[in-house]
């Protein structure tokens, strides 16, 4: 298994007590499976993702990716599971302002020591994106940063790809087409890919789909 | 609606106390340099003004020698009996202890009205026990308190003295400066009966000389007054950064507030109005406090300006400082103009910003590449405008115009060239961490360009004034040897004693020079005429700075005179041109001589012809050479033997050695003012890098997510304010050196006269420069120190709405 989280709970401390976001929460995810996260505002489908990407540390329960639980990994180790191994896209985008095209696709990977130019060139090809690797963030359309933020988060060849809300910020169109090419990419990487989405009908298109209600799966 | 509109716009500061702290804060020590400036100023020029005003010599007309040197007191008798309402004054310098005070011996039968600021009438004085020896002595508090435990006739307090003044009888006055029957001018009263002959008839040698506009001593003083001021200003303008960077941040953060408030119906003209008020009010509070810690920092720097002024002037200021409403209100008002100032261009932004202008709480620090141009253009135009005043213009004015054009220009251009430096640092950079901290730092640049303006004003002034110190005192310190070079200087106390102790030192030493000298007025300003001896001392040993070839035998035979660098320089004197000592009597100048620290014009001349031409010269100081093994000796038989007190006697390392402690005194404030200014330097990068790193979050938090620790990030932080560091002193390191050429070629020689050589000094800007990185990193360091205790809770908020 790739990603095995076992009842896992996380909470947040807040102005008018503990807020409980998971409670006991359980999943799986295999090499080159896609799983669509759904649910209401608040449920905890963002906290579930980035506790799989190894932003956060869960309260109780077992995080095992590749069979080793990072749950209890020190920072330097969490940080470099994250350089390697997951590959992070946003609803925000949040690429980085002061680097151009060029260099946001490269980052990840050439952190990790897993960047390869054939590949990052292919992707920028896929991805539409050869003319503009002279721009920046700031110079680019919604639809535009987000191509590049996925191709940010493939460039190194992750195993896992963790998107949170990846076409929220897009109008339909635009979306369909950014999940379209992800996909696309994803299955020719075999990576596994665990998205949250508000949108039933994105979600139909993943493999498997789950239902986060009150922090628990239904 | 005002004080709704009030409430939302101040709750800004409720939840950015910080901010709010940095801005008062900035603005407080802005001020308070300024303020420390002025209080200083002023309380040393109300000393001048009691000075100048002692027995109404501000406000009367004076009969007097056209050379300012004494004359009997016959002339003053014969004007009275020709029906003159005059009053006769004598003024000179006496040494009791270790204290010299000028004396000012007055006639109060005759003193005019106007004049009469002292009643000697009066029941603690008594006008019996005035004109009669002993005599008394009026004289401030801070005087008598110098003079306890020293013999003097009894002595009265007065308000109207300043310090170091004495004022007495004429006729104890004479007796104490070895001047019977002289005196050095007469006072004329405003009223004059209208029959008295001409006064060509009565005293044709005496000239009739309106009371003078400005006092010797405040000309005199007046660069290094002016000196301070711009290190003050310079000192506002580095904390005037703090408030327009806080300002403007602040302004920038409300933008979505100021949308809100009109969208709902607030008038522009109301909310700018109520910008203005908030301006207004914070200003005032900062500029209160502001001057209240001038204060503070005035009184510590207070006796060393004193002691500078006594030392190189011979101004009395009292070391304590008096409340000057003055200074309140120019303290307040420039407090209150800088906010303004600062503020302006975002009140013209809010003003002309449309209603439903996007809220981009980052928009500000989006600076475009055409404002960048446009900044370096007024730049560059600046630094073409310093120059072209430095070389046209003249004046001690136009000099500090052309330095503060040269600092502002050179700051305007700081953040184009931080730029292209960081944008080449990106392009060498072969490592994706490397490349991300140049290109990251390149993009904090706006946030940080007014904070890092003003640290390149603050290392530019301590490069560039530190230079000029060093110089100074490396010219100085080498001049002092060519100038003192014999083993002991002696001062008697009386002309009898001074002949005797000649007579006994010279069958006991090499030589015996006498440093005699007189005062006098020449080119209307007061200037002191030294006599020399024919010896080998002053051959083998003063540098002359152009001279004719014979130089010395010309001085020898009575057929020239010398002139010290700042008279030649202040009267544009050329060799060969006349100096006319006396009426009638004028000598070619044979040579200019360099006399660093003293700002008073001076000449020397043959000894013999002094004392023909100046019979009243003071002829109580000699020069001694000797073998310098035997001099401790013969200082202590002489000593012995006339029992003059230890300071009468000195040796050559006594006299440098108090040399140096004035020039270290003069520049101990300057020093004092550059730390002051670059504290206020190093407070604006905190408070910028403070207010920026809650923005900086948005901006870390992806370089976290993909695999940067917190850790690594936060060395970063500090990293990039080192950098940051060394790149701006790499900037200040050529406006320092403009700096320091301006102030020993242009400011120097337009303030005192003199132009010192250059030196450069390494070890002191790499002193600098370290300084700098450690004060950057170490105010990088406490933002940096907060994003390690960030909670991966706080960071992923940046990526998600909801959890």
């Not at chain 2, 006796?303 to 030392?311: K, M």
């Not at chain 2, 010290?564 to 544009?572: F, I, M």
């Not at chain 2, 008073?600 to 010269?617: K, N």
Request: a positive charge; aromatic letters at 6%; glycine letters at 10%.
């Amino acid at each position: 298994m790739l990603l095995d989280l076992q009842d896992v709970s996380k909470s947040y401390p807040t102005g008018e007590g503990v807020l409980q976001v998971l409670r006991g929460v359980s999943l799986a995810l295999g090499a080159g499976e896609s799983l669509a996260l759904t649910g209401e505002s608040g449920s905890g489908k963002s906290t579930l993702l980035h506790l799989a990407g190894g932003l956060d540390r869960p309260d109780s329960g077992a995080i095992r990716f590749e069979g080793k639980d990072i749950a209890g990994l020190g920072d330097r180790d969490l940080a470099a599971f994250r350089r390697v191994s997951v590959g992070l896209v946003f609803q925000q985008f949040n690429l980085i302002p002061s680097l151009d095209v060029r260099a946001n696709l490269a980052f990840q990977a050439r952190l990790g020591d897993r960047y390869d130019a054939a590949w990052t060139g292919r992707l920028t090809e896929r991805l539409g994106l050869a003319g503009l690797l002279d721009r920046y963030p700031e110079q680019l359309s919604g639809g535009q940063q987000q191509r590049v933020a996925i191709g940010r988060a493939l460039a190194g060849r992750p195993r896992l790809i963790l998107a949170d809300e990846p076409t929220g910020n897009l109008d339909e169109a635009t979306g369909d087409a950014v999940l379209d090419l992800m996909l696309a990419l994803m299955a020719e990487t075999g990576a596994a890919l665990l998205m949250v989405t508000h949108s039933t009908r994105l979600a139909s298109r993943l493999g498997r789909r789950l239902h986060l209600a009150a922090g628990k799966l239904s | 609606m005002l004080t709704q509109g009030f409430v939302v716009l101040l709750s800004h500061w409720r939840r950015h106390k910080l901010q709010f702290a940095m801005l008062l804060l900035g603005l407080a020590l802005a001020t308070a340099l300024w303020s420390a400036v002025q209080a200083i100023n002023g309380e040393a020029r109300a000393s001048y003004a009691r000075a100048a005003a002692v027995v109404g010599q501000d406000r009367l007309e004076q009969l007097a020698r056209p050379d300012g040197t004494r004359f009997p007191q016959s002339g003053y008798i014969a004007l009275r009996k020709a029906g003159w309402l005059v009053s006769p004054v004598i003024e000179g310098e006496k040494r009791f202890g270790a204290e010299r005070l000028r004396i000012l011996g007055v006639d109060p039968l005759t003193l005019p009205s106007e004049a009469a600021q002292v009643n000697v009438g009066a029941a603690d004085i008594g006008l019996q026990r005035f004109i009669t020896p002993p005599g008394v002595f009026i004289v401030s508090a801070e005087t008598a308190e110098r003079l306890k435990g020293v013999e003097t006739p009894p002595l009265r307090i007065s308000d109207a003295l300043p310090p170091g003044m004495v004022l007495t009888d004429i006729g104890i006055a004479q007796g104490l400066l070895d001047a019977p029957g002289q005196v050095s001018r007469l006072l004329v009263a405003a009223k004059q009966p209208g029959h008295a002959r001409p006064l060509a008839e009565v005293t044709p040698d005496l000239v009739r000389r309106a009371p003078p506009e400005e006092s010797d001593l405040s000309r005199l003083t007046g660069s290094f007054h002016l000196n301070l001021t711009a290190f003050g200003f310079l000192a506002f303008a580095v904390g005037l950064f703090i408030v327009h960077s806080a300002i403007g941040l602040a302004f920038e953060q409300r933008r979505p507030a100021i949308r809100t408030l009109r969208a709902v119906g607030l008038p522009l003209g109301v909310l700018i109005m109520l910008m203005v008020v908030e301006l207004l009010v914070l200003s005032t509070a900062a500029g209160l406090i502001g001057v209240a810690l001038g204060y503070g920092v005035a009184s510590l720097l207070l006796p060393d300006v004193a002691a500078s002024l006594r030392g190189l002037y011979g101004a009395e200021v009292p070391g304590t400082l008096s409340v000057r409403p003055s200074v309140w209100g120019l303290g307040l008002a420039i407090a209150v103009a800088g906010t303004l100032a600062s503020a302006a261009s975002r009140l013209w932004r809010i003003a002309s910003m449309p209603l439903l202008a996007p809220a981009r709480p980052r928009a500000w620090s989006l600076a475009s590449e055409r404002a960048l141009r446009l900044q370096a253009a007024g730049g560059l135009l600046l630094l073409a405008m310093a120059g072209l005043t430095v070389f046209l213009g003249s004046g001690l004015v136009a000099g500090f115009a052309s330095l503060g054009a040269m600092l502002l220009g050179a700051a305007l251009l700081l953040p184009i060239m931080l730029s292209a430096l960081l944008k080449l640092g990106e392009r060498l950079s072969t490592r994706v961490v490397a490349q991300w901290f140049w290109a990251d730092t390149r993009q904090q640049l706006p946030g940080l360009s007014l904070a890092l303006m003003a640290l390149l004003l603050a290392l530019a002034a301590n490069a560039g004034v530190g230079t000029m110190v060093q110089s100074f005192r490396q010219t100085f310190v080498g001049w002092l040897d060519q100038r003192l070079p014999s083993e002991l200087y002696v001062t008697t106390r009386s002309l009898d004693e001074s002949r005797k102790v000649h007579d006994w030192l010279s069958s006991r030493s090499d030589a015996v020079l006498p440093i005699w000298n007189a005062d006098l007025r020449l080119f209307g300003q007061p200037v002191q005429v030294f006599g020399v001896a024919d010896h080998a001392t002053y051959r083998d040993h003063w540098t002359m700075l152009e001279a004719v070839p014979d130089v010395w035998d010309r001085i020898a035979r009575g057929e020239g005179v010398l002139a010290n660098e700042q008279l030649a320089r202040r009267q544009k004197l050329k060799l060969g041109d006349a100096i006319p000592l006396q009426a009638g009597v004028s000598l070619p100048l044979a040579g200019v001589f360099s006399d660093y620290g003293n700002p008073r014009g001076q000449v020397m001349m043959g000894v013999d012809g002094l004392v023909r031409l100046f019979p009243d010269a003071s002829r109580l100081r000699y020069a001694v050479r000797i073998a310098p093994d035997k001099a401790p000796q013969l200082a202590a038989e002489l000593r012995k033997a006339f029992g003059l007190p230890q300071g009468n006697v000195v040796d050559q390392e006594t006299v440098k050695a108090f040399s140096l402690r004035v020039f270290e005194r003069t520049f101990a404030v300057t020093a004092a003012l550059n730390v002051l200014t670059l504290g206020v330097a190093g407070l604006a990068i905190f408070a910028s890098l403070l207010t920026l790193s809650g923005m900086r979050l948005s901006q870390l938090a992806p370089a976290w997510a993909m695999g940067l620790t917190l850790r690594r990030l936060a060395l970063l932080e500090v990293l990039r304010g080192a950098a940051l560091a060394v790149f701006t002193m790499l900037a200040a390191a050529p406006v320092g050196l403009g700096l320091a050429w301006m102030l020993l070629a242009v400011i120097n020689v337009e303030a005192f006269g003199w132009r010192l050589p250059m030196h450069l000094f390494p070890f002191d800007w790499l002193r600098l420069l370290l300084l700098a990185v450690a004060s950057a990193a170490l105010a990088a360091l406490l933002p940096a120190l907060w994003l390690t205790r960030r909670s991966p809770a706080d960071l992923v908020k940046v990526f998600a709405n909801e959890r």
